[in-house]
Each structure stands twice: as C-alpha cells, then as structure tokens.
C-alpha cells in the first residue's frame, strides 16, 4: 500500500545492483511513494546491466559515479540538479566493500592499502557526498540523508572483518556531517542499522547462512527483509521525520537489545 509520503520530492538512491540490494528496493518503494529518482552506481556495476531494468521501473535516469572520485561526484549532482531543474530532497548512501574479505584476509592480517580503501568506498564516501552537495548547495532545506549501517560497528561480530570499523566511521561522519548541516540548512542525516539480509555484500561475509538464523532467532519480531528496510527509509525521507538526525537507528527486529530468547536457548540444548 502506498501513502504518497515523498510526493513531489527528488532523490538520488546509490548502490542498486541487482534486485536484491537494498538501494534497488528502497528505489522501487520511493517511486512508489511519488517520488522522483535519479540512480547512480559504481562504473563498474554499471556494466552489468541490471540497474537498467531499475531505471525503466522507476522512470528515471543512471548517472555512473565512483564514490571515492570526487568530479564524479560533482557531476552525478550536477546532472542530477539538472534533470530534476532545481535541488535535491533525499539521498541513500547503500554503498559498502571490503577488499581485505574479498580476499580472503582475516581482521589480524589486513593489508593497509587495501583497508584505506575499503574505509574510503564504505565509510568516507558518506563525507564525499555530503561535501559535494554542499559545496554545489544542492540540498533543499530540510533534505534527509540516510546511509546503511550494521551492528558491527557496537559490537564485535568476528566475521564482519574491517567492515566494522568502516560501519563505526560511517556513523561517525553521519553525526559529524549532520550537525554541520543541520545548521546549515535543516538537513538531516541518520543511518538505519539493517538486520543481516541476503544480497550480493551481505553473502560476502563469512559464515552468513548460520548467522542470519541466529539473528532471526535472537530477534523477537524476526530479521527485517530488504522491503521492510525501504519502506524504513521512505518514512526517514518524508516530512514525518523532519526533527530525527544525527541518530543510528537500528531496524533489526528487536536484535540490538535482545540479550537472549528462548529459541537460543533451547538451540543450546540440544
Ligand atoms: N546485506 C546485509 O546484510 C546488510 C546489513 C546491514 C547493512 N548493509 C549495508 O547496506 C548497504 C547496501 O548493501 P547491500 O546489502 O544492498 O549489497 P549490494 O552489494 O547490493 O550493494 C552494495 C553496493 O555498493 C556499490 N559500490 C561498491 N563500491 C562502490 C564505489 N566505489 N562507488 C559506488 N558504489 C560502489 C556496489 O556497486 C553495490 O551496488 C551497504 O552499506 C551494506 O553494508 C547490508
């Protein structure tokens, strides 16, 4: 069901990559709700061809933007700017990679370069963004950011690897960037702490089928699915939320302050 919550409002959503990302269902759940998109993903990601199928569905054009390259960056706002005629009211930061799991490397023995990237794509991109929005003034007044986040970043999940100290920054910059802003122009900037769901990075950590049952299992409302996390993130760009920024605000089904539940227990003793 719909409510026409971003009538009239203009977004750019990052990171579609295939229909089971977050930001390509948090794209489909806001061109729902009236709103009018640009999407925007890594060159890369580009060339497989999927976020086509995303762009016809939601009427709106692809703008390529690596998110550690700043004329990308400017770009992407410019055309942006362009194709609505006018500023921005919402943006969704999807965007995580970690180099050091992709390859295979445990937390104790990452390879720095690697890591200095991982934090610029997963973590410092979110202050890229908001830097170049800035300097462009390409944010209306009371526009809402929201980037995804996990858990890992308050406590340790082994599996998670150096993503946890990205997701830590990430939540960093979130509050950092959205106090300035908040005072700038009344824009607001929050992160949704999202229960582990199945998509292209999320299978990339390890042992990632036990763990989303565990989640599920420890979480009294159950994981939250991927058009739960959109619809989430719908309402955090509406007009609704006007007075929420700065937050990490966990959408885990109960997860974050769960100590126990008897499914666990009754696992254990088995
Ligand atoms: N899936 C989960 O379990 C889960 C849980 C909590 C939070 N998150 C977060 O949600 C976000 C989206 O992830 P997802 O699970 O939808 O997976 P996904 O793999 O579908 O999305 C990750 C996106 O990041 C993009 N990306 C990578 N490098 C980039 C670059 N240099 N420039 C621009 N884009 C780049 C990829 O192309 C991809 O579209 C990530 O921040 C992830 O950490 C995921």
Same mark, same amino acid.
């Given at each position: 069901?719909?409510?026409?919550?971003?009538?009239?409002?203009?977004?750019?959503?990052?990171?579609?990559?295939?229909?089971?990302?977050?930001?390509?269902?948090?794209?489909?759940?806001?061109?729902?709700?009236?709103?009018?998109?640009?999407?925007?993903?890594?060159?890369? +990601?580009?060339?497989?061809?999927?976020? %086509?199928?995303? *762009?016809?569905? &939601?009427?709106?054009?692809? =703008?390529? !933007?690596?998110?550690?390259?700043?004329?990308?960056?400017?770009?992407?706002?410019?055309?942006?700017?362009?194709?609505?005629?006018?500023?921005?009211?919402?943006?969704?930061?999807?965007?995580?990679?970690?180099?050091?799991?992709?390859?295979?490397?445990?937390?104790?023995?990452?390879?720095?370069?690697?890591?200095?990237?991982?934090?610029?794509?997963?973590?410092?991109?979110?202050?890229?963004?908001?830097?170049? +929005?800035?300097?462009?003034?390409?944010? %209306?007044?009371? *526009?809402?950011? &929201?980037?995804?986040?996990? =858990?890992? !970043?308050?406590?340790?999940?082994?599996?998670?690897?150096?993503?946890?100290?990205?997701?830590?920054?990430?939540?960093?910059?979130?509050?950092?960037?959205?106090?300035?802003?908040?005072?700038?122009?009344?824009?607001?900037?929050?992160?949704?702490?999202?229960?582990?769901?199945?998509?292209?990075?999320?299978?990339?950590?390890?042992?990632?089928?036990?763990?989303?049952?565990?989640?599920?299992?420890?979480?009294?409302?159950?994981?939250?699915?991927?058009?739960?996390?959109?619809?989430?993130?719908?309402?955090?760009?509406?007009?609704?939320?006007?007075?929420?920024?700065?937050?990490?605000?966990?959408?885990?089904?109960?997860?974050?302050?769960?100590?126990?539940?008897?499914?666990?227990?009754?696992?254990?003793?088995?």
């Amino acid at each position: 069901m719909a409510y026409n919550l971003l009538k009239g409002k203009k977004g750019i959503i990052f990171g579609a990559l295939d229909e089971r990302s977050l930001g390509w269902k948090t794209a489909l759940k806001c061109h729902e709700e009236g709103a009018q998109l640009v999407l925007t993903n890594a060159p890369v +990601a580009l060339r497989m061809g999927e976020i %086509n199928k995303l *762009a016809e569905a &939601v009427n709106a054009p692809v =703008i390529g !933007a690596d998110v550690t390259n700043m004329d990308d960056l400017k770009n992407l706002f410019e055309g942006a700017m362009k194709h609505f005629g006018g500023g921005i009211d919402f943006i969704l930061h999807s965007i995580g990679m970690s180099l050091n799991m992709r390859k295979g490397k445990s937390y104790t023995e990452i390879d720095y370069e690697w890591n200095k990237k991982t934090l610029d794509i997963s973590a410092m991109s979110l202050h890229r963004v908001l830097r170049t +929005a800035w300097d462009l003034d390409a944010l %209306n007044e009371g *526009a809402s950011v &929201v980037a995804l986040t996990y =858990i890992a !970043a308050q406590r340790v999940f082994p599996d998670y690897n150096e993503m946890a100290d990205a997701k830590a920054l990430l939540e960093n910059v979130t509050r950092s960037f959205g106090y300035y802003y908040g005072l700038k122009k009344k824009v607001r900037v929050n992160t949704v702490s999202q229960s582990p769901t199945r998509t292209t990075a999320g299978s990339g950590v390890k042992g990632f089928d036990g763990f989303i049952t565990y989640a599920e299992k420890m979480s009294p409302l159950g994981n939250a699915s991927a058009d739960e996390c959109a619809g989430y993130c719908a309402t955090l760009f509406s007009d609704l939320t006007k007075m929420v920024t700065m937050q990490n605000l966990f959408h885990d089904g109960g997860f974050s302050f769960t100590g126990v539940t008897e499914a666990v227990i009754e696992q254990m003793e088995k």
